[in-house]
């Protein structure tokens, strides 16, 4: 199966505070890219962080970091100092070396001042 | 640079209207894809292309028809509109090879049918 799991349909998180937002995947290749996209209320996807299946090392971007275990088939994305510009959908999404990307259901973010 | 542009941003159709929803890019991908997206559902690849001429289904295709003549260039073609193809549109690209896998995203095209 070509799945993206996102378990947690909505999270909240106070403003300043950490929040983790979970995903997990399945694939049989061994070579893949994993994304986080986020989609505020103006409805455009823009893409949060990268990674790739190769490196050990987890992305970070400012305040955005995943904790990537590739063993356990896990992308988690965790926000610190969060802010309420951070207020919207996350989705996950896998891309393998085949014309698609596979994206999960999304987990909306609410920050709460 | 304007990236992926769409339109229209809205449109309400009445049962078995058809219509297209465009799609065009600026910076020269090989890759054109088109996404619905629905509430609980995520984001499902509609069609996609790999190059001028060239197309593919994605994973609901059924109700779609796509052309690619030009690079530039993706329309989604709805024939017969049906309720159960309410839902918003994202027109994405990106380019081919090594390091060129993020999507680049259209503003989308939320699409009702009465």
């Known amino acids: 199966a070509q799945t993206v799991t996102q378990s947690q349909p909505e999270m909240s998180v106070q403003e300043a505070e950490t929040v983790t937002l979970s995903c997990t995947y399945d694939?049989?290749?061994?070579?893949?890219?994993l994304f986080w996209y986020k989609q505020p209320p103006s409805r455009q996807m823009i893409l949060v962080i990268r990674?790739?299946?190769?490196?050990?090392q987890n992305a970070t971007e400012n305040r955005f970091s995943v904790n990537f275990q590739k063993a356990a088939k896990s992308f988690s994305l965790k926000i610190s100092d969060s802010q309420l510009g951070d207020a919207a959908m996350y989705f996950c999404?896998?891309?393998?070396?085949?014309?698609?990307?596979?994206f999960g259901t999304g987990t909306s973010l609410t920050v709460i001042p | 640079n304007a990236g992926v542009t769409q339109t229209p941003k809205f449109q309400v159709l009445k049962t078995g209207q058809s219509m297209t929803l465009q799609c065009a890019q600026d910076?020269?991908?090989?890759?054109m894809s088109w996404y619905r997206q629905d509430p609980g559902m995520g984001l499902r690849l509609i069609h996609y292309?790999?190059?001028?001429?060239?197309?593919d289904q994605g994973e609901v295709p059924n109700g779609y028809n796509v052309s690619r003549s030009t690079t530039e260039d993706f329309p989604l073609r709805l024939l017969s509109a049906a309720p159960s193809q309410t839902s918003v549109y994202f027109c994405?690209?990106?380019?081919?090879?090594?390091?060129?896998?993020?999507?680049?995203f259209g503003a989308g095209s939320r699409l009702t049918v009465l």
């Open positions: 994405a690209s990106r380019g081919l090879g090594s390091g060129a896998n993020v999507l680049t």
């Open positions: 694939t049989s290749e061994s070579d893949y890219y």
């Open positions: 990674q790739e299946a190769y490196k050990q």
């Open positions: 999404a896998r891309w393998n070396t085949g014309n698609q990307f596979y």
């Open positions: 910076m020269n991908h090989e890759y």
């Open positions: 292309s790999v190059g001028a001429g060239i197309t």
